[in-house]
């Protein structure tokens, strides 16, 4: 069972960026790769074109199942003075399983500073339960501590899909930086899936994520997320999510886009 450090320190690196990877089976989201994952490794490939500006953005199309060998090839579709952007495409054997567009801005200096919202105040991690306890959980999950620490489990029959968790790779060696930050980030189930009643499949099909920092730390590897399924209709559910360190400082805000099927 390869930690996340490990995995990433055994990448074939070659010219241009290109990354080739295998990813082992307890990296596994049903029939395809951790959605975070694959987001995580298609970055370390742009990163290796755009080493000198923070990333800001990252879009993310997850088009097929992915899984065993992949191969992530970057191009940078523009370079300005302060801004890039970045295509890469993770291909398997079938063809293009997931395409992502990585933009990167140079810091500059701004009077504005604004929080798009406060940190909710909940317990520490420490003293909130489990999220999955004893009962069955995606095999990635078995590499992140997930704490409930608001709002329902999946299969609760809430009223409305909104969850606040504490996350944290098991992983001691993750050193953190923008690509572990996407590697944790969609740790947790859809938040639709409280809503439900009784198990049924469900897959992610876009995310978007935005860097609030290019400095990413916090205290014992905990970060607190907060996903929130703001409509849910016709077999789709739009979803919001935002991520702070454990002082409470905004690192991401992001949005998916789920297939519900049932």
Not at 202 to 227: Q, V, Y
Request: with cysteine; hydrophobic share 40%; charged share 20%.
């Amino acid at each position: 069972m390869p930690l996340y450090s490990e995995l990433i320190a055994g990448l074939k690196r070659g010219t241009h960026g290109r990354v080739e990877a295998t990813v082992p089976e307890d990296w596994m989201q049903g029939r395809t790769t951790y959605g975070g994952l694959t987001a995580a490794l298609c970055l370390e490939s742009a990163l290796e074109l755009i080493p000198d500006m923070p990333v800001r953005a990252a879009q993310i199309a997850f088009i097929g199942p992915v899984g065993g060998e992949v191969v992530i090839s970057p191009a940078v579709l523009r370079r300005g003075k302060s801004s890039a952007f970045v295509n890469a495409d993770m291909v398997t054997e079938e063809g293009i399983m997931a395409r992502c567009i990585f933009t990167f801005g140079a810091k500059r200096a701004s009077k504005l500073d604004q929080r798009s919202r406060e940190c909710p105040e909940v317990k520490g991690p420490d003293a909130c339960p489990s999220f999955f306890g004893t009962g069955r959980r995606p095999t990635f999950a078995n590499h992140f501590n997930v704490r409930l620490a608001a709002g329902q489990p999946p299969m609760s029959g809430a009223a409305h899909g909104d969850m606040t968790l504490w996350l944290r790779h098991k992983d001691e060696g993750a050193l953190w930086n923008p690509t572990t930050l996407l590697s944790i980030a969609d740790s947790p189930p859809p938040a639709a899936m409280s809503m439900m009643r009784e198990p049924a499949p469900i897959s992610s099909m876009t995310w978007m994520a935005e860097f609030l920092t290019d400095h990413i730390t916090t205290s014992e590897g905990w970060f607190l997320a907060h996903h929130e399924a703001q409509a849910t209709k016709d077999g789709y559910s739009s979803q919001s999510m935002r991520l702070w360190n454990a002082s409470g400082e905004p690192v991401m805000i992001g949005r998916q886009t789920i297939a519900v099927f049932g």
